[in-house]
């Protein structure tokens, strides 16, 4: 196991995952709101899986077991939810995006709609 990622704190800021993803680095963004947020505003990287339908569809993340997985939501609350449960499931290595989709568009990317 890579020791870097077994102490990974569990907030991670926009700024860090945006240069994540401008470097390229292999890891799954996770948007766990509902389908009308997404539909609303999205990251573009970004996969949906619903909180509420996580449980179901769980097995979607089974690639990622030992990878780096990065959660948000609106801002910030049920993405550390998720996270800290899909730290529970063994999913070591997964993060929350602190302050959601609204702290990116404040900070990162402020063409993308506010709600």
Request: proline residues 3%; hydrophobic residues 35%.
């Amino acid at each position: 196991m890579n020791k870097s990622f077994s102490t990974l704190p569990v907030e991670i800021d926009c700024g860090t995952v945006k240069t994540m993803l401008e470097q390229e680095e292999e890891f799954l963004l996770l948007d766990c709101r509902t389908h009308d947020e997404y539909n609303t505003v999205h990251l573009e990287a970004a996969k949906l899986i619903p909180m509420e339908e996580l449980p179901k569809r769980i097995s979607e993340l089974t690639p990622y077991q030992d990878r780096r997985i990065v959660v948000h939501c609106h801002l910030g609350g049920r993405s550390l939810q998720v996270t800290e449960w899909l730290r529970s499931q063994g999913f070591t290595k997964t993060q929350n995006m602190s302050g959601g989709i609204d702290a990116w568009a404040r900070e990162v990317d402020s063409s993308l709609s506010r709600y």
